[in-house]
C-alpha cells in the first residue's frame, strides 16, 4: 500500500480477483471517452480497464496509503492482545 503512487490507485475486480492499477490519465482517457489513438499501444489496455471500471460496478476501490494508519492498527491490535 505504501508504494501507491499518488497519481492513481487501485481496484479490486470482484468477478475476476485481479487487483488494477488505473493512472489519472487512464481514467481521464475514459471519462472523456478520448480516442485509443491518442495514446501510446502499450496504454490501450489500461485505458480499457479504466473504461470498464467507470462502466461495469465489478470493482471496489482499495484503500489508499493515507486510508491506513499504522498506529491506530497497533492500538487494536494491542487491545485485541491483552
Do not use: C
Not at 499518488?6 to 481514467?27: A, C, F, K, P, R
Amino acid at each position: 500500500m505504501e508504494f501507491q503512487s499518488d497519481e492513481g490507485s487501485s481496484h479490486l475486480n470482484t468477478t475476476t480477483g485481479e487487483v488494477v492499477y488505473i493512472t489519472d490519465e487512464e481514467m481521464r482517457a475514459a471519462e472523456d471517452e478520448t480516442p485509443l489513438d491518442h495514446f501510446p499501444e502499450w496504454q490501450h489496455e489500461a485505458i480499457r480497464v479504466a473504461k470498464d471500471f467507470l462502466e461495469s460496478g465489478d470493482y471496489l476501490s482499495l484503500p489508499t496509503k493515507f486510508d491506513i494508519y499504522e498506529y491506530r492498527i497497533m492500538e487494536r491490535f494491542n487491545a485485541f492482545a491483552t
